[in-house]
């Protein structure tokens, strides 16, 4: 193993499949699992895991597979990554709980500098940690209802933000994130999303107009408190808006006072070959919310932004139990540092160099795929009955079964239920994610539905 990949894991870096998929191990514990655990919380893949890294997942059955989901976005620098697992393990040797609102500590203090430098824009900022993606989106509209003094909080078609009573209000999908778990709060309103594929080639401006549009008439804009946007849209199918869609949003909302938050929870810590997807299209929003990618693994999230919006709460106004938890705290440092020392923006870019041109070929010589997108390491195929944007969702799950058959772990995803999106841990090797897309490739061109 050379130095760099001793930076990463030691565990071989192969596909190995030694039972069906899934095994004897995982099947006999699935049905524990069947009666011990809510019907409410599926597994895409029901292998059980035993360990991974890199990029690989080994089930207990000893089964090698090839992870193209990261847990969602989640491990971009890899499962166990070597400076995360040094720093965690020192951490909760010397305390692993005080509470920030009781005794606070200095690893939450450089989390939230590392956020203030990263994220875009070079004005003042402050941040605040808490644990999930949900939780940090429900605390930027907190935070940005007290700044503006106003209420509506405008979110878009084929938005996700979360799971909680106010994040599933945000969240476009009725199934399976709402169905059924009403009411919801008020004072939230939806427009029309940039979606190239499904825009009739209008372009990302005229597709601002028609979003501002919609807002200045049915709500008005000097009562708006914040407009919420994924920079590139995750769970809705990795839609990533027009050019100059962005920027027309961000500078309404500057014009009418509103605090514009871009949700990177998933697009976020050099998933699309950038810090911040936002950098992309030079967009400075006045809050960020992150989570997933920040820390390998452990459960941080967090709201940063300008330091007059942040610091307009009153004292004591945000909080909670475990929010930036010192041993989240000491995974992200280590994480972001592993991130800068292997450049995995740099790494998202060469994933998308990779297998963005495969994706495209294939969609040309198969006819199934209508639209391959997404930047860096957040790629993404869209399935369509040939020759019509009517959305193929059997397709989808067929490809994805065959992969997940075959040990290779792709999720899907969108409105629709129609895309199959890639998410490699940033650290996979060549020669796996080759491999991993060689056994995508010959799904969809096999795969009967
Ligand atoms: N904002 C943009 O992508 C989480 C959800 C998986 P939490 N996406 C994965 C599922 O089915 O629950 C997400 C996101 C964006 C917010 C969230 C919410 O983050 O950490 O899952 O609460």
Same mark, same amino acid.
């Given at each position: ?61 000893? +089964? ?14 890899? +499962? ?35 956020? +203030? ?12 940690l808490f644990n ?46 709402? &169905? ?44 708006i408190a914040a ?28 014009? +009418? ?34 989570? &997933? ?62 297998? &963005? ?30 020759g019509s944007l ?60």
């Amino acid at each position: 193993m050379t130095s760099a990949a001793s930076q990463i894991t030691d565990l071989p870096q192969e596909r190995r499949l030694v039972t069906a998929i899934p095994g004897p191990l995982s099947t006999a514990l699935h049905g524990r699992r069947t009666a011990a655990v809510s019907a409410g919380i599926a597994s895409t893949l029901p292998v059980y895991t035993a360990k991974a890294g890199g990029g690989v997942i080994v089930d207990i059955d000893g +089964n090698s597979l090839i992870d193209l989901a990261s847990g969602i976005a989640v491990t971009s620098v890899g +499962n166990s990554a070597p400076l995360v697992v040094a720093a965690v393990s020192e951490q909760v040797a010397n305390f692993t709980h005080t509470c920030f609102m009781v005794t606070p500590y200095e690893s939450y203090v450089a989390v939230a500098e590392k956020l +203030n430098a990263l994220t875009p824009g070079s004005h003042e900022k402050r941040s605040a940690l808490f644990n999930s993606g949900s939780e940090a989106v429900e605390n930027a509209v907190k935070i940005a209802r007290t700044f503006t003094r106003r209420q509506a909080v405008v979110v878009f078609d084929h938005a996700y933000h979360g799971r909680t009573s106010l994040t599933m209000a945000l969240t476009a999908k009725a199934m399976p994130y709402k &169905k059924g778990f009403g009411p919801f709060p008020g004072e939230i309103y939806r427009v029309p999303m940039s979606y190239p594929f499904r825009d009739n080639g209008i372009s990302g401006k005229e597709a601002a107009a028609r979003a501002i549009s919609m807002m200045d008439k049915q709500i008005g804009g000097s009562e708006i408190a914040a407009v919420i946007i994924e920079p590139i849209q995750g769970e809705g199918g990795f839609i990533a808006p027009a050019d100059g869609f962005l920027p027309a949003i961000s500078e309404y909302c500057t014009a +009418n006072g509103i605090v514009f938050v871009a949700d990177e929870v998933q697009s976020g810590f050099c998933r699309t070959g950038d810090w911040f997807a936002s950098d992309h299209e030079g967009v400075v929003p006045d809050l960020v919310t992150t989570a &997933k990618g920040i820390a390998g693994g452990l459960p941080v999230s967090a709201v940063t932004g300008r330091a007059e919006i942040m610091d307009s709460v009153h004292g004591s106004g945000l909080g909670g139990t475990y929010g930036g938890n010192p041993l989240a705290c000491a995974a992200a440092l280590a994480a972001i540092e592993t991130m800068e020392t292997l450049d995995l923006n740099a790494a998202a870019r060469r994933i998308e160099a990779l297998a &963005k041109p495969r994706l495209t070929a294939l969609a040309e010589s198969t006819g199934r795929i209508g639209d391959v997108r997404g930047r860096g390491g957040m790629l993404a195929m869209e399935f369509t009955v040939a020759g019509s944007l009517e959305p193929d969702a059997a397709a989808a799950a067929a490809v994805a079964k065959a992969c997940h058959a075959q040990g290779v772990v792709v999720l899907t995803c969108g409105t629709y239920g129609n895309v199959i999106r890639l998410l490699p841990p940033l650290v996979i090797g060549e020669a796996l994610l080759s491999e991993g897309l060689d056994i995508l490739e010959e799904a969809v061109r096999t795969v009967q539905v």
